[in-house]
């Protein structure tokens, strides 16, 4: 079984600043990638940041130059370290693990429960 433990989330002014981990552990065998998605109340889940493994991190155009996605491999944690916030940052913040537990395996998904970022005055 594998789990992710998300933390960082919370109420920020505008212009502010947060960062969110995400620790994966359990029977992970191989990461492909880890991310973070973003929902907002009727809205669609979106992705904010994904970091390949040993490809280049990618960004959603709403947060290029504000928000950067970094990677301990040694820890299987990603963070996203959110600056410059804006109330339309505002949503549940989920982290994304795509992996192998088998050499041979299939690619699999794994959710966390997602982190509540609040941008407001």
């Known amino acids: 079984q594998v789990q992710l433990v998300e933390s960082g989330g919370g109420l920020v002014q505008p212009g502010g600043s947060l960062r969110l981990s995400c620790a994966a552990s359990?029977?992970?065998?191989?990461?492909?990638?880890m991310g973070w998605y973003r929902q907002a109340p009727g809205k669609q889940r979106e992705l904010v940041a994904a970091?390949?493994?040993?490809?280049?991190?990618n960004y959603a155009d709403s947060v290029k130059g504000r928000f950067t996605i970094s990677r301990d491999n040694a820890k299987n944690t990603v963070y996203l370290q959110m600056n410059s916030l804006k109330p339309e940052d505002t949503a549940v913040y989920i982290c994304?693990?795509?992996?192998?537990?088998?050499?041979?395996?299939?690619?699999?998904?794994?959710w966390g429960q997602g982190t509540q970022v609040t941008v407001s005055s």
């Open positions: 994304n693990l795509r992996y192998r537990s088998r050499w041979s395996g299939p690619e699999l998904d794994r």
């Open positions: 970091s390949p493994t040993g490809g280049s991190p």
């Open positions: 359990g029977s992970i065998r191989s990461i492909n990638a």
